[in-house]
Each structure stands twice: as structure tokens, then as C-alpha cells.
Nanobody, 115 residues
Framework: QVQLVESGGGLVQPGGSLRLSCAAS????????MGWYRQAPGKERELVAT???????NYADAVKGRFTISRDNAKNTAYLQMNSLKPEDTAVYYC?????????WGQGTQVTVSS
């Protein structure tokens, strides 16, 4: 089993920045992928960004150039640096860890972009 705990969400003004963290614990294997998804009210959950254990990244078009995903393998932690935030980025952000053909999800952290 893998447990994920997200932190770093909150309220920010348009154009501001936030950094989300996702700490993984439990049966962590060397080769896995970690990522962030988000779900806005009334919408389906959507991919934001993913990163492999070799630091290969993938981003949704909506966040390219504004968000940066990274990871610290020694700490089993993934990060999502979010810059130039827009009101449409408002959502619950979920961390996911994919290993051995299983996905593990965190409980989510709220990000609200509003003036």
C-alpha cells in the first residue's frame, strides 16, 4: 500500500503562485510515476502533469509554461509549482502515484484563484 498526503493548497489572487507537495509513504518502489490531477466543480477530473522516476515530464496544454512538476526521490515527494495562476485553475488537486499497474490517490487539496 501507498499513502499520499498533499499540502500547499489555498487561496491566491490571479497571477499569483502556489507550490503543492505530495509526500508518499508505504511500499514505494524505485520505478514509479507520480502526477497531479485536478477536478473543478461540475467537471471531470483531468490530468495536470506527470513525472516518471527518471524525471520525464508531461503536461496538460492548459498549464504548459506556467506549472512545473518535480520530484525528490530521496524524500518520495513530488511537487507542483504553479505560477501565473488563473481563476480557471480553481479546483481540488489530487496527487497520484502509479506503480506495479496500480494507482494510489491522495485526499486532495483545494486551490482557489480569486480576487
Amino acid at each position: 500500500q501507498v499513502q499520499l498526503v498533499e499540502s500547499g493548497g489555498g487561496l491566491v489572487q490571479p497571477g499569483g503562485s502556489l507550490r503543492l507537495s505530495c509526500a508518499a509513504s508505504g511500499s514505494i518502489f524505485s520505478y514509479n510515476a507520480m502526477g497531479w490531477y485536478r477536478q473543478a466543480p461540475g467537471k471531470e477530473r483531468e490530468l495536470v502533469a506527470t513525472i516518471t522516476s527518471g524525471s520525464r515530464t508531461n503536461y496538460a496544454d492548459a498549464v504548459k509554461g506556467r506549472f512545473t512538476i518535480s520530484r525528490d526521490n530521496a524524500k518520495n515527494t513530488a511537487y507542483l509549482q504553479m505560477n501565473s495562476l488563473k481563476p480557471e485553475d480553481t479546483a481540488v488537486y489530487y496527487c497520484v502515484c502509479s506503480q506495479l499497474r496500480r494507482d494510489y490517490w491522495g485526499q486532495g487539496t483545494q486551490v482557489t484563484v480569486s480576487s
